[in-house]
């Protein structure tokens, strides 16, 4: 049985790759910072849930060691510049050092769409310049090099970059159709940033495409991973709402923020306790729509058929 090891694998994403890893005869390793944060996973079979601090470059050396594959799944989308510099650079380097020294042969790394290897101080957000610094990290990795007793020979890598997913869970349609549920009226910045949501369960085939060969697609590869259908923040906002049948399926008015008020918003709610619903740095990502480039690979080049989102939202969507 091979074995793969997937960090961030109790998340949203991650417990669905967990999932198809398993029915494809994987035996997978999930480590995390608090093994109650696993309690999702930790019936399935095949499955070792370990107790482990990701940071720590020895224990993470260890845990990987003896592994086939790793999956990365483990990101933040709130923190200060340092935050994400160390968990979406710092942590991509010290797998990569794992990845090498254990003799990993395969790994699949989620970033997110708008990264950019090559020029990512061009990205508008620390989000997404720290996406793509940690892309840039494991494809220096990946190429193998080095010479004497200090050559190595690499990793195959695949690089996923998905738009907003969706499905049962979500923390994205589950919370616009909350909020319209509470408020009267829907204030919203990046109203007409236009984003191609992708099913989760598309993402996690993805990923298990990738570890099979990902159809022959030639190492390293970087696939952008989005649903059939471009959205407006807007349009998603009343989408949500016309699901769950908010105010008789009509929602609630959605007033669009010009620049300075959704950072004045994004301010005041970054300020209450706790993981804020929305920060600066979401709004600065905003900036640039979240939609597939069209010049890389897509889910079609894994022999995968993106799910369109309204039939799928009809099933997890809470009616009122
Ligand atoms: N969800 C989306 O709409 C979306 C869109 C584009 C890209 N992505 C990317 O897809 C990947 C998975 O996203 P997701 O929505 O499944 O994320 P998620 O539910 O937040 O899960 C992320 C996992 O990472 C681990 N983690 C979080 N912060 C950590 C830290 N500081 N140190 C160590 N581990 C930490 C957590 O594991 P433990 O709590 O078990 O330690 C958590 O289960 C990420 O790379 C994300 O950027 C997601």
Redesign the pocket.
Known sequence: MKKIIV?????????RVCEKLIREGWQVT?????RS??TNIMHLPSLTVLEL???DEAALAGAVAGHDALV??????HGDQA?FE???VA?PKKIARACLAGGVAQVV?????GADSLQPEKSPSM?LRS?GEGEAVLLQAAAGGGAGAAAHKGFDLSI???????GEG???LNLFAKLQKVFPLMPLAGAATRFQ??W?QD?ASAVVACLKGANGQASPRIIE?AGPDVYTLKEIVQLAAQISGVAGGLGRPVIALPTWAGRLQATLIGLAPGQPLMSVDNLDSMKID?VASGKLPGLASLGITASALKPIAQQYLVRT
Do not use: E, M
Not at 109 to 113: C, G, N
């Open positions: 960090l961030g694998g109790t998340g949203f994403v991650g417990a999930v480590p995390t910072r608090r944060n696993a601090d990701l940071h990365n799944l483990v990101a933040i989308l935050a160390h968990v979406h942590l790394h989620i970033s997110a769409l989000y996406k996923l970059r998905p738009s907003v997913i969706f979500d923390k994205f949501p992708v989760v993402v991973l979240n």
